[in-house]
């Protein structure tokens, strides 16, 4: 074994299984290999790798500690870890497919409780003429709620430069329902998106891999330092996972901010008496809409499994 002075620092580019590639502190990249079953990198993970007895490939020796993850709602009601160290979440929607909101707020939730920015992009901007009202106005109340919104189009590249801006020196991942545009987005802001994939799959020999695999992309900010784009199929309509109810009311931050003020500290702002979130709905603080949303979520998630 390498004694520990011959570690190096990495970050991880592309997982899929117990191999991906790895980019080191001097800006190559390398095939890696785990050092042990037990190690599960992901995307946008920082680690210390090794170099193998022969060849390129690199051993992984070890995770650093992840400022946040992002998770996904797998089988049996597990969590699945799917990237690592975000700063920004790229929510997506549409005039088509009609917009779900109570997936953005979803969404936005996971945002919130991972501390990272959320960005509401409405896609298909040259399809505005088919918008009802309703979406217009979910829209005019997150940017009333501090959120960045972004119209955009793919056909017409209306909004794209202020996506990739978005991303300017961070890592960000872009989510939202089948058929917003994400893809579309993904090769309007990485002309190599593609490429990358096919390359993947040649590698490997197991085409599989472009399915399964999870990649990060530089993305070209105008003059500023450049981003990273987490892209992965089973991430991009992914339904999120909270591990604790406080991640769903710190989730909602219209309703977060109304807490202050009920009259109990532990108020669920489901049947509480002096609960100000109600009291918020009555004064147009706090949408009717967005307060479903949390009552909705708050009782999808297992209370029992998550009382502290
Ligand atoms: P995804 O499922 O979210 O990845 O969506 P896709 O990128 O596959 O796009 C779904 C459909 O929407 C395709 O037919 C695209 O050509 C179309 N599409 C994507 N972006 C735009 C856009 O900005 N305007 C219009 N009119 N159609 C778009
Ligand atoms: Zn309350």
Known sequence: MSPPEHFSDGLITAAYGKRGRLLTAEGTEHRFLLKGR??????????????AATGDTVILESLQERQNILQRSGRKGKADVMAANLNVVLIVIAAQPKPDFFLTDRYIATAESMGCEAVIIRNKADLS?????????EMRNYAKLGYRTILSSTKDNTGISDVSAAL?????????????????????LIPTAAVAVAELSVGTQEGR??????????VAVGDGESGWLIDSPGVRDFLPYFGDIRDI????????????ECRFANCQHMREPGCAVKAGIETDAITQRR??????????????????
């Open 168 to 188: 300017q020196a961070r890592t960000g991942i872009l989510v939202g329902q089948s058929g917003v545009g994400k893809s579309s987005l993904i090769n309007a």
């Open 38 to 51: 037990k190690l599960k990198p992901v995307c946008g993970d920082r680690v210390r790798w090794s170099k």
């Open 249 to 260: 009311q710190a989730g909602f931050i219209e309703i977060h901010k109304a807490a202050d």
């Open 291 to 308: 307060y479903d949303s949390y009552k909705r979520l708050y009782h999808m998630t297992d209370e029992a499994k998550l009382a502290p």
């Open 209 to 218: 891999h472009t399915t399964t695999a999870s990649m990060m992309h530089s």
């Open 129 to 137: 003429h088919k918008l009802d009202d309703s979406t217009e106005a």
